[in-house]
C-alpha cells in the first residue's frame, strides 16, 4: 500500500533535504518515488522542493551514506496504476508517520552551501517543466456511468407527447360528485369512461387528450371540477446500436429520452461520437444529437421522447483529441470537422491561471506517414484547426514569467518583490521596502547590515555570489545593481558570531547531580541566561528567580578568558557586591545555605515524647532542649539524665559521659551533637500478658509479671480441667516463630537451588533416566509450593505431667496420655517445662483425644482408635504400605510436639522401638526417585524429608 501525498512529502523532504534520517529510511523514500513518481506532482510537494532549492529550507549536513545514496531520478513517467495515491495507511507507514519530524525553515542561510553533484543536479532540474502523461477518459464517459434511477411515475408527461396504447389516464370528479377512475388505453386506442363511453385517445398529443376528456367529463357532472392526469406510461421498444458499450434492443419507458438509453447501456464506447447520434424513425434520420451543449453548457436542446421502433445509431466519432496540462478539465474531447482549438479550450473549462498562453504544444500523427509538433500561442488557438489523434499539452508558467527580486533571511516579510524592468537599484528596492526611512519596517532585530549576499545565475547560466554592504548603500556612499530573479540573503549577526550569555546553577557535586532524586532547587530557571552589556550579578538572580534560601557570603564566579585560554574563579560577597559586573559566558554557582551552614544537631533518647535528633539554637537550656521533644513522659526518671558530650583533642574526636541532675537542666547549655538519654524509672515495665486456651477452668488473657513462671498461670487460671489432655498441650511463643519462618525460608532456598542443579544434571546426563527424575523433581517442587504457603506458630514442646522427682522419669511416663486430673495440681512446679513467660505466649490444652491418626504413603490414610505402642499395628490397620513409601524414613509426631523417626525392616521394628502414644501422628513419606549418578540427591532428599515433616507437623497437631 502507497503513502498518502502528506505522509510522502514529510519523509521525501526531511530525509532527501535535511539528511536526518537513516540511510535506510531515506531509500525508502527513493523508493516510493520510483514506484510512483507522482508523488512529486502535489502542490505541496512541488512548494518544499521550490524553497528548497531557493535556500529557503535549510539543508543541513548530508550524513555519508546520504551523500553517497544514488539520487532521485526525475524523469520517469508515471503509469496508470501510480496516477493516483491512496489514502489509507498501513501499520509501517502510521509508524513513520508517528515520528517527530520538524522541518525548519527558519534555520541559518547557506547560500553558499556545497552539495554534491547529485544533489545540484537534482535541484536544477527539478525545474523542469516536464509534461507528465496521463491515462485521460472521455469527456462524457463520467456522466453515462450515472446509476441514479428515477420513477417514471414522478416525470410528468410533456404536453407534445403521444398518447399510445397501454398509457394509463386518471381522472378525478369532485364537487356535486365524487369519483376516481384509472383508465388504460386499449388496443384500440380508446378509454372507456364510465357513463360516457369509448374516447379515442391514442396517436393524440397529452394536451389535446386531457383539454377533450376535461370537457367530456364537465358536462357529464355538473357542478363539479375535473382533473385529468398521465398517470402511467406503455412499454416502448428501442434499438440501440453504433459504437456503444452495450448495443441491442431496449424496453423502455415510452416518455424515456436518447439520453435515458445511453446511460441505460453504460455510454458509448471509445470510439463513439456523443455529438453526432443519429434518431431513425420509420427509416428516416429524425434527429441528430450533440450532447456537448449538454455537457460543457447545460443545455438540453436536441434530446427527444423515444417512440416505439425508434432506432439510435451512434456513429465513430469524427475525431478524438487528448487536451491535458494546465486546463480545468483534461480529458479526451470529441472534435468536429474543422473545430479550433480555442473552442475545445472552451468546452475543457478554459485554461488555468498558471497556464502560460505562450507554451501550447500539439504533437499530431500526420496521415499515418510522420509525427509533428506544433507551438502556438493562446492568440493563435481560434485558428488553428484541430484533427483526429492530435494531443495537446497547455504548459505553466515558470520564472521565465516572472520578474522579481527576492529577498530572504533576516527580514520580517521573505518573498519576492516585483520589479518593472529587467534590473532596478539596491538603494531603490531598499527604498521601496523601507517606510519613512526606518529600518524596523524591513529588516529584524541583529540584522548585519555591513555584509549581505546576493545569489544569480549569470548570462553564462554560471551561479555567482557577490558581496554588498547594506550601510554604504543606505548612507548612499555605494550603489548596487540588481537583475532580474536576483536572490538578495539579508544576515542576522548571530549567523556569523555567537550569542552571548552567562549560566547561574545551583553548585552540586557530581554524586548529587547523578541522583535523579534531586528535585528541591534555589532556582526558578536555570541555566543560560542572555547576556546584556553591564549586566550585574544582581540583574543575574533576579532573572533566573530564586525559591529557597542561598548563600549571600560566598557566590562562586567562574570567568572564561578566552583570548588567553584560562579560567579564573571567584568568590563574591554578596552582600557586599550585589552589582559586581559580570562578563560574557560567567558560570555563576550559588550554595545551598542550609549545606553551607549545617543547623546544629543534638540527640535525644529515652523517656520523651518524641525522641529523635533537634536542632540547636544559639544558648538553648536542656530544659528547653527537651520541651523541644514534647517533654518527659511518665516513666522518665526523675533525678538526673545521661549526657555524651564530644570534643576535639590531640586532633582526634573524644567523647565525654556525665550526669546532670534533673533540677539543673533550666541552667544547663546544650552544644552540637550532645547526646542526651531520659532513663526510665526502675521497676517500670509495660504490660505484659498471656492467652490459656482449652481445658483450664477459667480461660482467658492474663496479665504476668516479670519472671513469672507457667504453672502460677495455670494455678491462678484454676487449674486443668478433668478433660484436659496434657500430653497434646501446645504452647506457642512469638519470637520462635520468627525463627521458625526464617529457618523455613533457609530450607526452602536450599531445595530450590538443590532441584535446579539436580535438573541440570539430569538434561546433561545420557545415563539417567530422565522421566523418573522429572517426576522426583516435580514431588519436590509440589512440597515447595505446600511448604511456602505455611506459617509457623512458634511451638515449643512441654510435657506439663512430666514430674522429674517422681519414681516415673521418663518423659512418656505411664498414664501421661491419660486425662489430665492426675497431674492438676503439682505435676508441673519445678519441672523443666515450667516456662518462665514472655509476652503474648499462648497455651491451649486440648480436649482428651484417644486415636491415632496415620498419612502418607498407605492404602487407606485414616485415624484409628489406639491400638497400642506399635506403629506396625497402624500400618496394617490402613491396608499397608504403598509401593513407593519410604520405609527409612517414617516418623511419628507425639501429640506433645516431639517427633521421633522409626525404620523398618521385613516388617519389624529395629531395636530403637518407638512408643506410638494416644493423638500421635504417624507419617509415612514417599520415597524420592531420584536416579543413580546425581551427586546432589542425598543433600536434596534430607532437605525434603525436614520440610516432609514440617508440613505434616502443621497439618496436624501444630496448626491451630
Known amino acids: 500500500m502507497r503513502l498518502s501525498s502528506s505522509i510522502f512529502i514529510i519523509l521525501l523532504t526531511a530525509s532527501t533535504l535535511y539528511g536526518a534520517f537513516s540511510a535506510a529510511q531515506i531509500q525508502q523514500a527513493k523508493a516510493m518515488v520510483t514506484k510512483n513518481p507522482s508523488l512529486l506532482n502535489t502542490p505541496k510537494a512541488k ?32 503509469t496508470s496504476e501510480t496516477s493516483e495515491v491512496e489514502s489509507s495507511l498501513s501499520d509501517e507507514e502510521d509508524k513513520i508517520l508517528q515520528q517527530d519530524i520538524k522541518i525548519d525553515t527558519m534555520s541559518r542561510l547557506a547560500p553558499q552551501e556545497y552539495k554534491s553533484n547529485d544533489e545540484e543536479l537534482y535541484r536544477i532540474k527539478s525545474k523542469n517543466d516536464t509534461r507528465k502523461h496521463k491515462k485521460l477518459t472521455r469527456f462524457s464517459k463520467e456522466f453515462f456511468k450515472n446509476k441514479n434511477k428515477i420513477s417514471q411515475t414522478s416525470i410528468n408527461a410533456p404536453s407534445n407527447y403521444i398518447i399510445n396504447r397501454g398509457d394509463t389516464i386518471t381522472f378525478w370528479v369532485y364537487g356535486a360528485s365524487n369519483q376516481q377512475h384509472a383508465l388504460k388505453v386499449n388496443n384500440q386506442g380508446n378509454i372507456n369512461i364510465p357513463e360516457i363511453g369509448p374516447v379515442k385517445v391514442a396517436g393524440e398529443q397529452y394536451a389535446e387528450v386531457k383539454e377533450l376528456l376535461t370537457n367530456y367529463l364537465s358536462s357529464s357532472y355538473k357542478n363539479s371540477d375535473v382533473v385529468v392526469d398521465l398517470n402511467a406510461y406503455s412499454t416502448a421498444q428501442v434499438t440501440l446500436t453504433g459504437f456503444v458499450q452495450t448495443p441491442g434492443i431496449f424496453n423502455t419507458s415510452s416518455i424515456s429520452s436518447v439520453k435515458d438509453i445511453l446511460i441505460e447501456a453504460q455510454g458509448v464506447a471509445d470510439v463513439g461520437s456523443v455529438r453526432n447520434i443519429q434518431i431513425k424513425r420509420n427509416g428516416q434520420t429524425i434527429a441528430t444529437i450533440d450532447y456537448y451543449h449538454l455537457l460543457s453548457l447545460g443545455l438540453d436542446h436536441g434530446d427527444i421522447v423515444l417512440q416505439p421502433n425508434d432506432t439510435i445509431h451512434v456513429p465513430r466519432a469524427y475525431g478524438l483529441v487528448h487536451l491535458e496540462g494546465a486546463v480545468n478539465k483534461e480529458a479526451i474531447f470529441e472534435i468536429e470537422r474543422g473545430e479550433s482549438l480555442a473552442k475545445i479550450l472552451k468546452i475543457a473549462g478554459g485554461m488555468k491561471s498558471q497556464a502560460d498562453g505562450l507554451k501550447i504544444y500539439i504533437k499530431r500523427y500526420d496521415h499515418n506517414r510522420a509525427i509533428k509538433y506544433h507551438k502556438i500561442t493562446r492568440a493563435e488557438a481560434s485558428r488553428f484547426r484541430l484533427k483526429d489523434g492530435d494531443e495537446i499539452y497547455v504548459g505553466e508558467m515558470g520564472t521565465t514569467n516572472e520578474r522579481y527580486i527576492e529577498i530572504v533571511g533576516n527580514v520580517i516579510t521573505e518573498g519576492k518583490r516585483e520589479i518593472n524592468t529587467d534590473s ?13 526611512g526606518k529600518l524596523n519596517t524591513l529588516f529584524l532585530e541583529n540584522t548585519l547590515l555591513d555584509y549581505a549576499v546576493v545569489k544569480r ?19 548612499g556612499a555605494e550603489d548596487f545593481t540588481l537583475l532580474n530573479r536576483d536572490t538578495l540573503y539579508i544576515y542576522n549577526k548571530l549567523d556569523t558570531e555567537l550569542n552571548q550569555f552567562v549560566t547561574i546553577s545551583q553548585a552540586f557535586t557530581e554524586k548529587e547531580i547523578e541522583d535523579v532524586n534531586i528535585t528541591q532547587t534555589l532556582l526558578m530557571q536555570e541555566g543560560k541566561q542572555l547576556y546584556t552589556e553591564g549586566m550585574t550579578l544582581k540583574d543575574l538572580i533576579y532573572a533566573a528567580g530564586i525559591k529557597g534560601p542561598f548563600d549571600t557570603k560566598r557566590v562562586k564566579i567562574i570567568n572564561y578568558d578566552v583570548k588567553l585560554n584560562k579560567a579564573d574563579v571567584n568568590i563574591i560577597d554578596y552582600e557586599k557586591n550585589p552589582n559586581h559586573k559580570l562578563k560574557p559566558f560567567d558560570k555563576v554557582y550559588l550554595f545551598d545555605f542550609f549545606e553551607t551552614n549545617p543547623t546544629k544537631i543534638a540527640y535525644l533518647t529515652g523517656e520523651v515524647v518524641k525522641p529523635g535528633k533537634y536542632e540547636v539554637a544559639e544558648a538553648m537550656t536542656l530544659k528547653k532542649f527537651i520541651e523541644s521533644a514534647g517533654g518527659f513522659n511518665e516513666k522518665a526518671y526523675p533525678k538526673e539524665c545521661e549526657i555524651i558530650r564530644y570534643h576535639i583533642e590531640n586532633d582526634e574526636r573524644q567523647k565525654k559521659i556525665f550526669n546532670v541532675a534533673l533540677k539543673d537542666v533550666g541552667s544547663f547549655l546544650i552544644q552540637a551533637h550532645d547526646e542526651i538519654n531520659i532513663r526510665r524509672i526502675p521497676n517500670w515495665y509495660e504490660r505484659k500478658i498471656i492467652t490459656l486456651k482449652g481445658e483450664v477452668k477459667f480461660p482467658g488473657t492474663y496479665v504476668i509479671h516479670s519472671g513469672e513462671k507457667l504453672s502460677s498461670v495455670i494455678k491462678r487460671a484454676g487449674g486443668y480441667t478433668n478433660d484436659a489432655f496434657l500430653y497434646g498441650a501446645v504452647f506457642t511463643r512469638e519470637e520462635i516463630a520468627k525463627l521458625q519462618q526464617e529457618s ?17 544434571r539430569a538434561a546433561g546426563s545420557k545415563s539417567m533416566n530422565n522421566i523418573n527424575i522429572s517426576e522426583s523433581i516435580k514431588a519436590v517442587e509440589s512440597l515447595i509450593v505446600e511448604a511456602e504457603q505455611l506459617t509457623p506458630i512458634g511451638r515449643i514442646a512441654i510435657n506439663l505431667g512430666y514430674d ?21 495440681n503439682n505435676g508441673l512446679a519445678g519441672t523443666a517445662s515450667d516456662l518462665t513467660l514472655k509476652d503474648k505466649d499462648t497455651l491451649y490444652i486440648p480436649s482428651f483425644n484417644d486415636t491415632v491418626v496415620i498419612s502418607g504413603e498407605v492404602m487407606n490414610p485414616m485415624a484409628s482408635v489406639y491400638l497400642g505402642d506399635s506403629i506396625r499395628d497402624y500400618i496394617s490397620k490402613s491396608g499397608g504400605l504403598t509401593e513407593i513409601a519410604d520405609t527409612d524414613h517414617i516418623y511419628v509426631m507425639h501429640a506433645n510436639g516431639e517427633a521421633q523417626k522409626g525404620t523398618i525392616g521385613s516388617y519389624l521394628f529395629s531395636s530403637n522401638k518407638v512408643h506410638v502414644k494416644k493423638g500421635d501422628v504417624i507419617i509415612i513419606p514417599k520415597k524420592l526417585m531420584f536416579q543413580r549418578g546425581i551427586d546432589v540427591v542425598s543433600e536434596v532428599a534430607d532437605i525434603f524429608y525436614k520440610l516432609t515433616l514440617t508440613v505434616a507437623a502443621m497439618h496436624t497437631v501444630g496448626a491451630l
Not at 512548494?47 to 545514496?69: C, N, P, R
Not at 532596478?424 to 519613512?436: P, T
Not at 525460608?745 to 541440570?760: D, F, N, R
Open 424 to 436: 532596478i537599484q539596491l538603494s531603490q528596492l531598499l527604498k521601496k521596502e523601507l517606510r519613512n
Open 804 to 824: 522429674e522427682k517422681g519414681k516415673n522419669g521418663d518423659a512418656l511416663c505411664e498414664g501421661y496420655e491419660q486425662s489430665g486430673n492426675k497431674y492438676a
Open 744 to 760: 523455613l525460608k533457609v530450607e526452602l532456598s536450599k531445595l530450590k537451588e538443590q532441584v535446579i542443579l539436580a535438573s541440570l
Open 47 to 78: 512548494e518544499l522542493m521550490q524553497k528548497q532549492q531557493k535556500g529557503l529550507i535549510d539543508e543541513g549536513t548530508y550524513s555519508d551514506s546520504m551523500q553517497k545514496s544514488e539520487p532521485i531520478e526525475n524523469n520517469i513517467e508515471p
Open 457 to 475: 545565475v549569470g548570462e553564462d547560466l554560471t551561479p555567482q555570489m557577490i558581496n554588498v554592504n547594506l550601510s554604504n548603500i543606505l548612507e
